[in-house]
């Protein structure tokens, strides 16, 4: 991942290196404040906003809302998630939604999370 960002023309500093090794080691989407309390203060909230919207754009992070608030996640492909109710567990589902050409539409994309309890 570190290579994905050097490739793209950005350097590699620390505040992007701890919220990525935090995104490394989270299975399931983090959002800004919970990336906040996960690194303990060492970056500012709108220093992971920015980080997040840098690896967004390098393509190697994917962007979720939930509940009207972003979350991210580090994958190679896009994927849904489905989300407990109850004790808020969270499992990958793979996309496999293709999109053709929809009349006067261009760069569609979509967002789909679902509910229920495990």
């Not at 203060?41 to 809302?65: H, P, V």
């Not at 996640?73 to 496999?96: A, F, G, V």
Request: glycine share 2%.
């Amino acid at each position: 991942m570190l290579n994905l960002i050097k490739k793209s023309g950005y350097k590699i500093t620390k505040p992007r290196e701890i919220i990525l090794n935090v995104l490394l080691k989270n299975k399931c989407p983090l959002s800004a404040k919970q990336i906040l309390k996960k690194i303990n203060n060492t970056a500012d909230l709108a220093s992971i906003y920015r980080t997040l919207s840098l690896f967004k754009k390098i393509g190697i992070i994917f962007e979720e809302k939930i509940d009207k608030e972003s979350f991210y996640y580090l994958s190679d492909k896009k994927h849904h998630h489905i989300i407990c109710r109850n004790c808020q567990k969270t499992k990958c589902i793979p996309c496999e939604h293709k999109f053709k050409k929809i009349k006067n539409f261009t760069n569609i994309k979509h967002n789909l999370v679902l509910n229920g309890l495990c």
